[in-house]
C-alpha cells in the first residue's frame, strides 16, 4: 500500500501540470476550430467556451436562423456575423487579441437560452477575461441587445473593439469583392457609351433644332406663368367641390388656384399665343 500511496504522490504534479495546460490550451483549440469564422456551438461547447478560469474573451451571438421561429433579423444580420468573424481571424493571424467568436443556435443551446432567460434573438454575448492582466471582476458578459434593427459588420466590429484592451488589436472587416456589381456597372457603362456613339448621329441634330428649343421654352414659360410652382410650393389640390354635387374648376379670390385652373389658363395662353404666331406670319 505505501508504494501505491508513492506512486500517486508522485504522479500528483504531472497531473497537475496537465490539467493547468488543458486550461492554458483552451483558447488555441477553439481558435484552431474557428479559422474559417466563428465556431457553430452547442450547449456543451458553449459552457466549455464561457467557463472559468479563463484568460481570452468570447463573444458569442445567440440566434435562432430556422424559418418555423420567424426572426428575420436572425437571418438578415447572420451574414455580416460570419464576415466578422472571418475578418477577425484573418486580421489577427497570431491571435494576440486573444478574441473568440461563437454562434449557439436555439436548436443547439435550447438549455442555454432556458438559463439565460432569452425571450428574443439575435443577442450578442461578450465574454470578458477572468483571469490575467485584462481580467475584469465583474464576471457577467456584455450584452448587445439589436433594438435599433439590423446592424452591419463594421457597426459590431466597433462596439466589440471597444469592449478589448486599447493595445489589442482590431482587426478591419474585409469584404469580398462584389464582382456581380462590377460586371453590372461596367455593362451598363459600354452600354451607354455604345448607345450614345450609334445614335449621335440622328440624336445630336435633333437637340440643336432651334424651333425645337424654342417650342420647349414657350410652353416652359407658360406653365410656370400660369401657377405651376404654385401649385407645388402650396399643395393645393387637382379639383374642388362646389357643395352642390358637382365640381369647381375655379378657386375663388384672387390668392387661391386649383391645378386644373392652372392647365386651363395655360391653354388659354397657348391658344393666343399660336393666333398672334399665324397673324404675323
Not at 93 to 118: A, W
Not at 184 to 196: Q, R
Request: charged share 15%; proline share 6%.
Amino acid at each position: 500500500m505505501r508504494w501505491l500511496q508513492l506512486l500517486t504522490a508522485s504522479l500528483l504534479p504531472f497531473a497537475a501540470l496537465a490539467a493547468k495546460k488543458s486550461s492554458g490550451d483552451r483558447f488555441s483549440d477553439f481558435r484552431s476550430k474557428s479559422s474559417s469564422g466563428p465556431l457553430k456551438l452547442d450547449d456543451a461547447t458553449y459552457s466549455q467556451l464561457t467557463k472559468a478560469p479563463r484568460d481570452y474573451s468570447v463573444a458569442v451571438l445567440l440566434t435562432a436562423l430556422e424559418t418555423r421561429f420567424g426572426c428575420v433579423l436572425c437571418r438578415e444580420f447572420q451574414p455580416e456575423w460570419d464576415l466578422l468573424g472571418k475578418s477577425w481571424v484573418k486580421g489577427d493571424k497570431e491571435g494576440k487579441s486573444r478574441l473568440v467568436f461563437g454562434t449557439l443556435d436555439f436548436v443547439d443551446g435550447k438549455n442555454t437560452f432556458q438559463s439565460l432567460m432569452l425571450q428574443t434573438a439575435p443577442i450578442l454575448l461578450y465574454f470578458h477575461p477572468t483571469v490575467g492582466p485584462n481580467a475584469k471582476v465583474d464576471s457577467q458578459p456584455v450584452r448587445f441587445d439589436f433594438t435599433n434593427g439590423p446592424q452591419s459588420a463594421e457597426q459590431i466590429q466597433a462596439w466589440v473593439a471597444r469592449q478589448l484592451p486599447a493595445d489589442a488589436p482590431k482587426p478591419t472587416i474585409s469584404r469580398p469583392i462584389n464582382w456581380v456589381k462590377i460586371v453590372t456597372v461596367t455593362t451598363a457603362i459600354l452600354g451607354a457609351v455604345t448607345f450614345v456613339a450609334v445614335a449621335s448621329p440622328y440624336v445630336i441634330p435633333i437637340l440643336q433644332n432651334r424651333n425645337l428649343w424654342a417650342a420647349f421654352s414657350l410652353i416652359a414659360v407658360l406653365l410656370f406663368t400660369s401657377g405651376h410652382m404654385f401649385n407645388h410650393i402650396r399643395k393645393v389640390p387637382y379639383v374642388s367641390g362646389d357643395g352642390k354635387g358637382g365640381i369647381s374648376y375655379f378657386a375663388g379670390g384672387f390668392s387661391n388656384q386649383f391645378g386644373l385652373e392652372s392647365q386651363i389658363v395655360a391653354a388659354i395662353c397657348k391658344f393666343i399665343m399660336l393666333r398672334y404666331v399665324g397673324l404675323t406670319g
